[in-house]
């Protein structure tokens, strides 16, 4: 069934019938499977996983073939020249998380995006090198694939070699993204030599050829992540910045490293819950988020009531002061990790809710402008015939990140530095607000709204789960889990449902067409709630895991364009 087939009947549903009733309708069925399924948002990424698991291979063997295929066909977020995080259940229970997040320079400082009256310069830490953080992918996919793969490096990266180098059709979607950003790739020669057609723009059906890509990426095959951080690509990536005035350098590419970290953990209603930590904000908003709304029974009937929205609002408007007051990265800060995720704090933030009225976000002396949510962010899941589950977000911010590809290096490069808070209490371009812990410091990874998730029950994976979004992303994942334990949704309707968001600043609540009915609006505003419309957030990729029958039942959004495939 197409995507827009898809939201047709799901606008469909909203029209005619009530939430009540909703839950017992079939607009839509997942993707079943019986050995193991890939869930992205590219269909040839998809096919390229799942060929992996086909021959043999585990979930993070094809989750690494996956990312790098991903930096061949969804160039405005799949990356090399980005970073993520990747969330890794084994079958055995063991849990474990790899940050691959983007780094600050070692030049970095504080003010650097300050001028002199300590302003953030227009457009500096957005757009061009002066916006890169240093690149965290390629790093990230190898330590994964070493410590916990099965298969060579050449096999995991040949598919995405040949896709670049032999080219692929673009299909519509692709093609009218890059279409859209044709001005952007104007600025910068290297990049419209690679992202326009010959100076014009493309057309569905167009053979899209990536031959200095597929160099890049045969010296990652063959040196691995020397094939990178040294050597040529890390000498084109420099002559790029001293060029055009970045600040990433030899020694910044030759000292990174990826980091295995401790996953966040939780429990809801009896499911464990395995997340991101620092950086990413992304496992501790969820935990803190679940934790507060476990404290209330929802029955299927309750789905988007006032009753529901109204704590979940409320709930969120914690979360994300949190997440503006204490989360930064925790090798530089002190974050109160214990505390946030506690059931205890999460009861005292549950009793001080009004059950009749909307609370006063707490004032800030900021500018509140405009959102720019970014889907250039994307989410792949992956589950194997072995019972191992993976969870990958990666991302290079902004749509096409810095707008900057690497000249002879064919790929692009982030606009992570704006993920800093450039000046404590300023917002940065997805109107996040931050603090001190996450202010610019040289090697300092930037905060994240991430949430790869593996959901267990028993100790084995249920739920694999996780979105683009920029800050819209921990709502998407939280809406996501909440459809399917506490509303009984399948994991093609819990994906598809209409979403709200809610970041404490703005004051604002957006909400997606069908949402809202008019008599919950009406009472939640009469509340002190106040509402924006949007019109769409987040693309989550997800699988299901049904091990009372032995079925894998895989969803791609339909605000998307992926692909989920099982066998």
Excluded at 147 to 155: A, C, D, N, R, V
Excluded at 217 to 245: C, H, N, P, S, W
Excluded at 500 to 515: G, N, R, S, T, V
């Amino acid at each position: 069934m197409s995507n827009i087939r898809k939201y047709v009947i799901v606008v469909f549903i909203f029209t005619i019938v009530s939430s009540s009733t909703l839950f017992n309708l079939a607009y839509s069925k997942p993707i079943l499977g019986k050995k193991g399924m890939v869930v992205s948002a590219s269909d040839l990424a998809t096919k390229v996983g799942i060929e992996i698991l086909k021959k043999g291979g585990n979930a993070i063997d094809a989750a690494v073939g996956v990312g790098f295929a991903l930096a061949v066909t969804f160039p405005a977020a799949g990356n090399i020249g980005g970073g993520g995080f990747l969330v890794f259940v084994r079958n055995d229970g063991f849990a474990t998380t790899i940050d691959y997040r983007e780094k600050a320079p070692a030049s970095a400082h504080r003010n650097m995006y300050l001028d002199s009256s300590l302003s953030p310069i227009p457009s500096m830490s957005t757009e061009g090198v002066t916006s890169a953080g240093v690149p965290g992918s390629v790093a990230g996919l190898l330590l994964a694939l070493e410590k916990y793969g099965t298969m060579s490096l050449q096999e995991v990266i040949q598919p995405a070699i040949e896709l670049a180098e032999r080219g692929f059709k673009l299909n519509y979607e692709l093609s009218q993204s890059l279409n859209f950003n044709y001005k952007n790739f104007e600025k910068f020669p290297s990049t419209k030599k690679i992202f326009t057609n010959n100076e014009k723009k493309f057309s569905d059906g167009d053979i899209f050829l990536q031959n200095d890509l597929a160099e890049t990426l045969k010296r990652i095959r063959d040196y691995g992540t020397d094939g990178f951080y040294r050597g040529k690509t890390a000498d084109l990536i420099v002559d790029q910045m001293k060029g055009e005035g970045g600040f990433i350098t030899h020694g910044d590419l030759s000292n990174y490293k990826a980091i295995e970290r401790l996953p966040i953990r939780g429990n809801y209603r009896g499911y464990d819950v395995i997340s991101m930590g620092p950086p990413s904000s992304g496992g501790i908003a969820l935990v803190e988020a679940l934790n507060i709304l476990e404290n209330i029974k929802f029955s299927k009937e309750d789905f988007h009531s006032s009753k529901h929205l109204h704590y979940l609002i409320e709930a969120l408007k914690c979360v994300y002061f949190d997440r503006a007051e204490y989360l930064g990265d925790s090798d530089f800060v002190t974050v109160p990790v214990e505390r946030l995720i506690s059931k205890q704090y999460a009861k005292k933030i549950f009793d001080s809710i009004d059950l009749n009225s909307a609370s006063k976000n707490k004032s800030i002396n900021a500018k509140v402008f405009e959102s720019k949510e970014s889907f250039e962010t994307t989410h792949y899941s992956v589950y194997d015939s072995y019972g191992n589950a993976v969870s990958v977000t990666t991302t290079i911010n902004g749509s096409f990140g810095s707008h900057v590809v690497v000249d002879g290096a064919g790929f692009l490069l982030n606009n992570e530095m704006d993920d800093f808070s450039l000046k404590p209490g300023f917002p940065n371009m997805y109107d996040l607000i931050g603090s001190e812990a996450n202010s610019i410091q040289p090697n300092k990874r930037m905060l994240s709204s991430m949430t790869p998730t593996v959901i267990l029950k028993d100790n084995k994976p249920v739920l694999i789960i996780g979105s683009p979004g920029g800050p819209m992303i921990i709502t998407s994942v939280l809406q996501a889990v909440m459809n399917i334990i506490d509303f009984g949704m399948d994991v093609e309707q819990a994906i598809n449902m209409p979403r709200i968001h809610h970041q404490w600043l703005p004051e604002e609540i957006y909400h997606e067409p069908f949402a809202l009915s008019s008599d919950v609006k009406m009472k939640l505003e009469t509340m002190g709630h106040k509402f924006q419309h949007r019109n769409s957030m987040g693309r989550l990729e997800g699988i299901l895991i049904d091990r009372k029958n032995n079925i894998i039942y895989g969803a791609t959004d339909c605000r998307g364009s992926g692909l989920a495939e099982g066998f």
